[in-house]
């Protein structure tokens, strides 16, 4: 079993940055790949980055790519997403996702955060 916890949410204005933070305990963190799912109020949950175990590969989704950097300290068991350049369309719940093997579906994630909120106003 893994815990993830979010943390790093809050209001910022377009063009701002936000970096969240994303503790893991529970199972070898370090095996794990992870990533980011957003939500935004009426919308399905939609793939955002993800990093493999020794982060040495990253996906993001075409949406957040160039702006968003996903990346891992595993001597941490931490997780972070810095977002820059932020547009109102971020704003979203974030949420932090775990897996066996390195992702970009929702339907890949064995283990879920509890999400953090980001609102983007303009």
């Known amino acids: 079993q893994v815990q993830l916890v979010e943390s790093g949410g809050g209001l910022v204005q377009a063009g701002g940055s936000l970096r969240l933070s994303c503790a893991a305990s529970g199972r070898t963190f370090s095996n794990f790949p992870m990533g980011w799912f957003r939500q935004a109020p009426g919308k399905e949950r939609e793939f955002a980055a993800s990093?493999?175990?020794?982060?040495?590969?990253?996906y993001y989704a075409s949406s957040v790519k160039g702006r968003f950097t996903i990346s891992r300290d595993n001597a941490k068991n931490t997780v972070y997403l810095q977002m820059n350049s932020l547009k109102p369309e971020d704003t979203a719940v974030y949420y932090c996702?775990?897996?066996?093997?390195?992702?970009?579906?929702?339907?890949?994630?064995?283990?879920w955060g509890q999400g953090t909120q980001v609102t983007v106003s303009s």
């Open positions: 996702a775990a897996g066996r093997a390195l992702f970009t579906s929702a339907t890949q994630v064995d283990y």
């Open positions: 990093i493999s175990w020794r982060g040495e590969y990253t």
